[in-house]
């Protein structure tokens, strides 16, 4: 079965660190996808890469860098965190060229205190 | 800039009985468009999406939704909605450099019994 995997599921971490989120596909999909959840605002786009090295900004990326040097790897950095980056991060993966066949891990939840 | 609109945040509808979610899209264009559902805890699993041809998509679980050109609207429906069914759900549209998914807000299903 096809997946994308988020190294941890919940974190705590504490203003001004350096965070580091991770996301694994073994699906050899060119495009990858960091978008943030939260209640009542939906996904947003922070990131995506379409190839290896190379990435463009999304809706929010402001706070966040990404970091894509392996095709299967895609890094969500947040270079200091502040509490209002608390949040649920998902990451996906797709075929490029396409338009479906987005796959979503499950989900990081990130708390910053 | 494209949009997705789920006018209704919260809908509780008893079991057995039939179900709509509505989403409405802006777009400049004919539009790809998907609706996702999140059960508690888990990644988006799509449901249904909508590239061409038939207005009427069928999905998984029973869903189904109509592409309405006039209205902008892609509606989902279940005839027979199983307290399973509970989660969260999400519209979502193709931005217009065909990059990435932009999604609405989300509407939470309860089913009462």
């Known amino acids: 079965d096809v997946k994308v995997t988020q190294s941890s599921r919940y974190l705590v971490k504490r203003t001004g660190e350096k965070v580091f989120l991770e996301c694994v596909q073994d699906?050899?999909?060119?495009?990858m996808f960091w978008y943030r959840q939260d209640p009542g605002l939906g996904l947003r786009l922070i990131y995506f890469?379409?190839?290896?090295?190379?990435?463009e900004k999304g809706d929010i990326p402001e706070g966040y860098s990404v970091s894509r040097e392996k095709k299967e790897r895609f890094s969500l950095i947040l270079e200091s965190a502040s509490t209002n980056q608390t949040s649920m991060y998902l990451c996906?993966?797709?075929?490029?060229?396409?338009?479906?066949?987005?796959?979503f891990g499950s989900g990081t939840r990130l708390t910053v205190v | 800039a494209q949009s997705v609109t789920q006018p209704d945040i919260h809908i509780t509808v008893s079991e057995g009985a039939s179900l709509e979610l509505r989403c409405n899209y802006s777009?400049?264009?004919?539009?790809?468009l998907f609706w996702y559902v999140q059960s508690p805890g888990q990644g988006l699993q799509l449901l249904l999406k909508?590239?061409?041809?038939?207005?009427l998509v069928q999905g998984i679980k029973g869903f189904e939704a109509e592409f309405k050109r006039s209205q902008s609207s892609f509606n989902l429906r279940k005839p027979s909605v199983h307290w399973s069914d509970a989660a969260e759900y999400f519209c979502?549209?193709?931005?217009?450099?065909?990059?990435?998914?932009?999604f609405g807000k989300g509407t939470t299903l309860s089913v009462s019994s």
């Open positions: 996906a993966s797709k075929i490029s060229g396409t338009d479906y066949g987005y796959t």
């Open positions: 699906m050899d999909h060119e495009n």
């Open positions: 890469s379409y190839d290896v090295k190379m990435k």
């Open positions: 777009y400049g264009a004919t539009p790809y």
């Open positions: 909508y590239f061409s041809g038939d207005t």
């Open positions: 979502a549209v193709t931005n217009q450099a065909g990059t990435a998914l932009i």
